[in-house]
């Protein structure tokens, strides 16, 4: 049996007068409670680092050398006021894309580019322009690429695709990100191994596999997970890269 | 009530109950989306459409929260009766709320991609046996499915097609729905151990809904409705005459497992289902107002002498014969079809040292 003492609510009719400033402050409250609940949890996302479009420069017009395995690069030769002679950067498309198919003409050729540049540290990537305008044959003699190998080593840290994690995406990483990290790769988007420690200085390597095909959906399952990994390191034109050896990658 | 549906019933207390709801959804929105990056002061911020999804998730997530509090809520003290009134219009906004963050993610992290948008998240990971790296955001999926049924189904001409039981019993899916978004968010942004702030608030709403709940059960078995005692064949006590007060009901708890709601209206005792026709709301827990039971959830009216509900409307509810031995209020096990008049029985007057 309900107390007569308590008021009695019913929906259509007025609220009972001892009861309205009981629901006035349960309504105050709740106008509070969930903006506290928004700060609580904005406030305290992770900063997704110094990675991001540099749309501030505009658009970029880069000559270099194409090489295509184990992904698309570009050894550049006359760069930018953002990219300068000598750097080696990736190169992907626009959305979850890589340019393999329109750059494979150019494999250890010149070309010019032109597209938008996306930075982390010394990780950089040119996301190529659509149309002929993104990739132009360029006249010249292609210098060869100088490559440094730095030995086998064992790297712990995370696998991701080098677009969203040079800041296509911020965040660009982690578990809450994988499935975008996997569609990239599936894409052939360029995957890049994030080292918990740096190696020769270096944090950031462009991952391949030894017969230089894109990786396959063996280590693409590892994708956005704390992981352990084997394989040969190299310097490419100056860029880190990692021949991982599929067999030693496991999850921490 | 209502003698045809219209899409909603509007009162001036629903104007009310929506009104604070939308405002604080929109603080929160408010303050995720625009206050909080100036807070942050990140030198490169996070990308707007992460911003808006994360904003959308943690609205969905804290309305879920608030709205699976009410009941409990109710339960142990009345006064948050009216938080369940209108409770189904924040529930709708919290599927709304939650398929705008998932259109926000699958914009986002699941376009732009060689694999339709669709396919891509049904797909992509399917690493289903291991805990981290776990396909998320199937559960969320899950989770949004049974919001999306239960918003369909929530105006009353779902109720009265699908019979109240069946449309109570699937209503109970807000539960697997809050379950799978516990999942959701566990196996996805808390894995990655950066969001204190989402760690800390969501293991306090998971933590405070459990509470809630726990302390609603107690609170019933400690003083819930009493059992009736069989008395002869077919009739049992289901409480003394004097127990019940004038425009209140006794609720007892029958051998066949049914509430009964006893009554007294003018002088006189009468017995009803204890289950409102509308949601099962607990008419022993309402009050007699203008001659006729009305239920404590949303105003359900009945005459208390044959379960029906004033004309034009045409809801029933089920009565009992009822007679008096001594102090005793007998009720027959067996209840009348819904809407059987029963007189009502002249009983002693409640007399409140008694009770």
Redesign the interface.
């Known amino acids: 049996?309900?107390?007569?003492e308590?008021?009695?609510?019913?929906?259509?009719?007025?609220?009972p007068k001892s009861?309205r400033w009981?629901?006035a402050g349960?309504?105050l409250l709740?106008?509070l409670?969930?903006?506290l609940?928004?700060?609580?949890?904005?406030?305290?996302?992770?900063?997704?680092?110094?990675?991001?479009y540099r749309f501030d420069f505009g658009r970029q017009t880069l000559t270099g050398t194409i090489t295509l395995a184990p992904y698309p690069t570009l050894h550049v030769t006359e760069g930018s006021e953002l990219v300068a002679a000598g750097e080696t950067i990736l190169l992907a498309g626009?959305?979850?894309?890589g340019v393999a198919n329109r750059v494979s003409d150019f494999d250890g050729a010149l070309a010019t580019l032109q597209g938008i540049i996306l930075d982390r540290g010394d990780l950089r990537m040119l996301q190529v322009a659509g149309g002929r305008r993104g990739v132009m044959a360029a006249e010249g003699e292609a210098p060869t690429l100088d490559i440094e190998p730095l030995g086998r080593w064992r790297l712990s840290g995370e696998i991701c695709d080098g677009k969203c994690l040079a800041?296509a995406?911020?965040?660009g990483t982690?578990?809450?990100?994988?499935?975008?990290a996997?569609?990239?790769l599936?894409?052939e988007v360029p995957p890049v191994f994030v080292a918990s420690e740096p190696i020769n200085g270096h944090e950031f390597f462009l991952i391949g596999t030894a017969d230089g095909a894109p990786i396959g959906r063996d280590l693409i399952?590892?994708v956005?997970?704390?992981v352990e990994a084997e394989g040969e390191i190299s310097l490419r034109g100056g860029m880190p890269v990692l021949i991982i050896d599929p067999e030693t990658v496991e999850?921490l | 009530m209502s003698v045809k549906y219209i899409p909603v019933q509007w009162?001036?207390?629903?104007y009310?109950y929506d009104a604070?709801?939308l405002?604080?959804?929109a603080?929160?929105?408010?303050?995720?989306m625009f206050?909080?990056p100036d807070?942050?002061a990140?030198?490169?911020?996070?990308?707007g459409q992460?911003r808006t999804a994360?904003?959308f998730g943690?609205?969905a997530f804290?309305m879920l929260t608030?709205i699976l509090c009410i009941g409990p809520l109710a339960r142990l003290d009345?006064?948050?009766?009216?938080?369940l009134?209108?409770r189904r219009h924040f529930g709708v906004m919290a599927f709304f709320i939650a398929l705008t963050h998932a259109y926000a993610i699958l914009g986002?992290?699941?376009?732009?991609?060689?694999?339709e948008t669709y396919e891509?998240?049904l797909s992509?990971?399917t690493?289903f046996d291991?805990v981290?790296?776990f396909?998320?955001?199937i559960l969320g999926l899950f989770a949004l499915l049974c919001l999306g049924v239960l918003a369909l189904t929530s105006h009353d001409f779902w109720m009265k097609f699908l019979t109240p039981p069946i449309w109570k019993a699937l209503h109970f899916l807000i539960y697997a729905a809050y379950a799978a978004v516990i999942g959701h968010v566990a196996?996805?942004?808390l894995?990655?151990g950066?969001?204190?702030?989402?760690t800390?608030?969501f293991g306090l709403s998971g933590a405070l809904v459990i509470a809630l709940h726990l302390a609603a059960v107690m609170k019933d078995r400690r003083a819930g409705d009493p059992a009736a005692s069989i008395a002869q064949d077919g009739w049992e006590v289901a409480c003394h005459a004097d127990?019940?007060?004038e425009?209140?009901?006794?609720?007892a708890v029958l051998s066949t497992g049914e509430r009964v709601a006893v009554f007294r209206q003018e002088g006189k005792l009468s017995a009803i289902s204890n289950a409102c026709s509308h949601q099962n709301g607990p008419l022993?827990?309402?009050?007699i107002?203008d001659c006729l039971v009305?239920c404590?959830w949303?105003?359900f009216q009945y005459n208390v002498t044959n379960g029906r509900s004033p004309e034009p409307f045409t809801e029933t509810v089920p009565t009992y014969d009822l007679r008096i031995d001594g102090a005793k209020v007998l009720i027959r096990s067996e209840p009348n079809p819904p809407g059987t008049y029963v007189e009502p029985v002249a009983a002693t007057p409640a007399n409140k040292d008694t009770v």
């Open positions: 049996m309900s107390d007569k308590d008021p009695f609510f019913v929906g259509y009719l007025p609220a009861l009981f629901l349960v309504s709740l106008i409670a969930f903006p609940f928004s700060w609580a949890v904005s406030v305290t996302q992770e900063d997704p680092g110094p990675s991001g626009v959305g979850k894309f800041g995406m911020r965040p982690g578990i809450g990100h994988r499935a975008c996997q569609l990239c599936v894409g399952d590892f956005g997970l704390y999850s | 009162n001036p207390n629903k009310v604070v709801m405002a604080a959804v603080a929160f929105l408010w303050f995720f206050v909080s807070l942050l990140h030198d490169r911020p996070i990308t992460i994360r904003a943690a609205c804290f608030v009345a006064r948050f009766l009216p938080l009134y209108n986002w992290y699941f376009s732009f991609t060689p694999i891509a998240l992509t990971n690493s291991r981290r790296g396909p998320f955001e196996l996805g942004v894995q990655d950066h969001a204190t702030g989402l800390v608030a127990q019940v007060e425009g209140f009901g006794k609720v022993g827990e309402g009050r107002i009305t404590p949303h105003g």
